[in-house]
């Protein structure tokens, strides 16, 4: 234990240590190489400009550079790769996409993708505004929210394990641990595989992320809605307003923006949703999804061209919902 702490530790100096030598000793070295003593009034001019255009660079130039080569390049290399065959050696034009478009297990995924676009951003979101708005106002609403956020803490791959305990199925004739089926049985209903049943197990497992985000979209909504001016509130109360009105009329329209950031975010996290299809399913019984579909055709057919096709039709879906959400909170914080 005590080798891998001072391994730890010797790690984290360096790092750091490094990183403030770097920056300090590229300051040095430009105000030296760039020194404008004794020159002319012109030149010096000049020199300094220069030399303080120059060093921002410095700071921001690491990170643009690791910026290129896990973001930038993979992007690049990924859209070559899909337009070249299965050992990304030969070029195949448009083959790959031929392929998705025409594969069964494409069409499946692209199903599955729009049922979780249409269904999870709306209910997370739906249910953050609601609980943020029954809770802003209640002595035990803080309780309530943070029992709300706790699934936020866990990774998708435990929530998963959990959830799997709730549609747990033993068998017609074994004592059932699932919480599901146990419901299903005290009202007198016959235990199930749940999690096998075509189309509706994707609700099932749509549940999940829902029960996940529900507690990021509360926090967000909640601040946004602590920020509406009482003034507005006091002023509708006085004039007769019920709850509802206030909370669709006054209240919805000037968190707006707040509630579609909340929603195009959850949006681009459903659209590369992953984890949890894998660790309750692995995409079987019609639970593909287009990340799981990249994976199978990745790391189990071995098959770099079809997964880099897959790769490049997700990005150029989730593309639009990024460019708008970056537009709609610009537009908000203006």
Known sequence: MLPQIISALT?????IGGSILFYVGLNIFIDKFLASDGLPATKQIRRDRL???IRPWIFIGPALLFLAFFLVYPVIRSLQLSFMDRE???FVGFANYFWAFGSDAFH???RNNVLWLLIVPTLATGFGLVIAY???NIWWGKIARTLIFLPMAISFVGASIIWKFVYDFRGPEADQIGLLNALIMAFGGQPRALISIILWNNFFLMAILVWIQTGFAMVIL??????VPEDTIEASTMDGASQLQIFFKIVIPQIWPTIVVVWTTITILVLKVFDIVYAMTNGQWGTQVLANLMYNEMFRNANSGTASTVAVILMVAVLPVMIY???TARNSEQ
């Open 134 to 136: 029954l809770t802003d």
């Open 325 to 327: 959400n970056i537009r």
């Open 88 to 90: 990304g050696e030969n």
């Open 222 to 227: 909640g601040a946004a809605i602590r920020g």
């Open 108 to 110: 499946i995924s692209i």
């Open 51 to 53: 030399r303080e255009s």
């Open 11 to 15: 790690a984290i100096i360096l790092a």
